[in-house]
């Protein structure tokens, strides 16, 4: 096998180019926050208005998550026969992401069958944190750090207060967490 050399102009081009790629990688990676966040953000102000009525099922909007599952798994398919080849920060990003999905959906069968639907929103803002902030490590993004950050801390207050105030914090950590950094991001 040949050895090939490059000149400066070309070594440099090349590493503009890894650049570049990174960065539109990192813009694409803002369609989940701001698609999650968006639908997080709606369920949950949406149920908290729908307990102050008579709908007898308030519940029932956070089916707008299946419309969120298929969004992500119809994206990722995409994505992956455009790129074909994962980098290890695209696997860490996909597996982190499931491994908080998993965690989000124990809390809530944990909550529905066991303790109860208030134990459970605290966490899934405490997994949202660690999902955010964790992608903020590895994006080396800022936003998304502090947005994880912030997050635990609603989490913490989230354990002291009503479940209509949870809703509320929740629609809180969306904002901070997925949608703030999401346009950050993309822009």
Same mark, same amino acid.
Request: aromatic fraction near 20%; charged fraction near 15%.
């Given at each position: 096998m040949a050895k090939q050399t490059f000149t400066e102009a070309e070594s440099w081009n090349i590493i503009q180019e890894m650049i570049a790629n990174a960065k539109q990688e990192i813009?694409?990676?803002?369609?989940?926050?701001?698609?999650?966040? %968006? =639908?997080?953000? $709606?369920?949950?102000? !949406?149920?908290?208005?729908?307990?102050?009525?008579?709908?007898?099922?308030? @519940?029932? +909007? %956070? =089916?707008?998550? $299946?419309?969120?599952? !298929?969004?992500?798994?119809?994206?990722?398919?995409?994505?992956?026969?455009? @790129?074909? +080849?994962?980098?290890?920060?695209?696997?860490?990003?996909?597996?982190?992401?499931?491994a908080i999905s998993a965690g989000i959906v124990i809390s809530l069968l944990s909550a529905g069958f066991v303790t109860g639907w208030q134990a459970a929103y605290p966490y899934i803002i405490l997994l949202y944190g660690i999902g955010t902030y964790l992608s903020g490590v590895i994006f080396k993004f800022k936003p998304l750090k502090i947005g994880g950050i912030i997050s635990w801390c609603i989490a913490l207050a989230a354990f002291f207060v009503s479940f209509p105030v949870q809703l509320l914090l929740l629609a809180l950590t969306t904002l901070v967490a997925y949608l703030i950094p999401g346009y950050l991001i993309k822009k």
């Open positions: 813009r694409n990676d803002s369609f989940y926050f701001l698609l999650w966040g %968006w =639908l997080v953000l $709606i369920a949950s102000l !949406a149920h908290f208005a729908l307990l102050y009525t008579s709908y007898e099922h308030p @519940y029932s +909007v %956070w =089916l707008l998550m $299946i419309v969120g599952a !298929a969004g992500t798994v119809y994206r990722s398919r995409k994505a992956h026969k455009k @790129y074909r +080849v994962r980098t290890y920060v695209d696997t860490f990003i996909i597996n982190l992401w499931i």
